[in-house]
Each structure stands twice: as C-alpha cells, then as structure tokens.
C-alpha cells in the first residue's frame, strides 16, 4: 500500500471556492482544492501555504484547521495500481495578495473562483466535497461521512 500525507486549502470567498483545474499528464482532467503532498519534515500548516502559493499564486494566510478525512483507495481506482492511502488535513485559508495564476511545470492549468452551488456539476476530486463539508459544518470532531466516489466524483 502507497501512503501519502497531504495539506488543502479552503478558500471561500463572497459564495465562490477556489478550485484548481488538474491536468495530469496521465489520468483525467478534474477540479480539485489547492493543496498537496507534505514534504518530508515540512509541517502541513506551512505545507498548505507553499501549494496555494506554488499552484495559484496566491499569497495565503491559514485562519484556522477544519479537519483531517482519511480514505483508502483501492487498487483498482489508484493511479499506480495498488492500494493507496490520503491522509488529508483540510484548512480554512484566506488570500492575502498575489496574481492568480496557472502551475509553472506544474498539473494545474488554471485556478478560478467556481460559486458554491456550481461546484456539483464539475468533474471534482472527492477531496472538494470533504472541504466544502468541513468549511460549512464546522465539526467540533473535525470529521465528516465520507464522499460517495462514482459519476462526477473520483478519488
């Protein structure tokens, strides 16, 4: 099994999410939350900054943790063929300046505000649902049901 320990950012802003356009060079195109694999002795809070920063161009301030969402992949739908597991911390985060840009030598094409109601109707990583439910519920567990994958939701 693969494991991999990960940072997102939630930003929301007047009803509007900041989603990033993934494009692979092998697998399909989907919207995903800025964010990324946490280097080796890298902090995740600091992790979350870097991505928003690498894949956006946004400069960002976290305001507060919501959550961490745990999933295993099987084999079958894993990008390397073996089971796979996303540990996921999830931060509200806030843009403080920058230039919305796309990826340099990167998998995002662009990134763009998407209002909230418009995001079920994308192509998205689960990753987007598990962020938007944290960000509106606020669990004081800072967990919530996991995301059905199927349709237009994909691990």
């Given at each position: 099994m693969s494991f991999r320990l990960a940072a997102y950012a939630v930003c929301?802003?007047?009803?509007?999410?900041?989603?990033?356009?993934?494009?692979?060079?092998?697998?399909?195109?989907?919207?995903?939350?800025?964010?990324?694999?946490?280097e080796h002795t890298?902090?995740?809070?600091?992790?979350?900054?870097?991505?928003?920063?690498?894949?956006?161009?946004?400069?960002?301030?976290?305001?507060?943790?919501?959550?961490?969402?745990?999933?295993?992949?099987?084999?079958?739908?894993?990008?390397?063929?073996?089971?796979?597991?996303n540990v996921g911390i999830f931060y509200r985060v806030r843009v403080t300046g920058g230039t919305l840009r796309p990826e340099v030598n990167g998998d995002v094409a662009e990134s763009v505000w998407t209002p909230i109601p418009d995001v079920a109707r994308l192509r998205r990583s689960s990753l987007v649902d598990v962020g938007l439910a944290l960000?509106?519920?606020?669990?004081?567990?800072?967990?919530?049901?996991?995301?059905?994958?199927?349709?237009?939701?994909q691990h």
């Open positions: 929301i802003e007047d009803e509007r999410v900041l989603l990033a356009h993934c494009v692979p060079p092998a697998g399909d195109a989907h919207w995903t939350l800025p964010g990324g694999k946490v890298e902090d995740p809070f600091d992790a979350v900054i870097r991505e928003v920063a690498e894949e956006t161009g946004y400069d960002a301030l976290v305001e507060r943790l919501l959550g961490v969402d745990s999933r295993v992949v099987p084999a079958a739908a894993a990008l390397l063929g073996i089971e796979h597991q960000a509106q519920t606020l669990p004081a567990t800072g967990h919530v049901a996991r995301v059905p994958v199927g349709g237009l939701i």
